[in-house]
């Protein structure tokens, strides 16, 4: 298993920031699809899809993928004990 960080946009009604997490996958093609099932669009639907990692809950946000990199296991405990990402599943 490799570790990766997958860096998102989003945009929370008029502003945008930017999101991340870490995850692990087998391959970098793996990861970027995990990943990308993170990405949703703004809207309130009828019948509610499970929420993503950074669906607020309010309607107003959605996520799109900005791009996914691996990192080294040395670099996820930094990005994680600096508060930078937080991992999608506990490994």
């Excluded at 945008?16 to 949703?40: M, P, R, T």
């Amino acid at each position: 298993m490799q570790t990766y960080l997958a860096q998102f946009t989003i945009y929370d009604g008029v502003h945008e920031h930017n999101g991340a997490f870490l995850l692990s996958a087998e391959s970098y093609k793996e990861a970027e699809e995990i990943a990308q099932a993170e990405e949703h669009d703004a809207g309130i639907e009828d019948e509610p899809e499970p929420r993503t990692y950074f669906d607020y809950g309010d309607g107003t946000t959605r996520a799109r993928l900005y791009r996914v990199t691996e990192v080294t296991p040395q670099e996820a405990i930094t990005i994680h004990r600096l508060g930078l990402a937080y991992y999608l599943k506990e490994f």
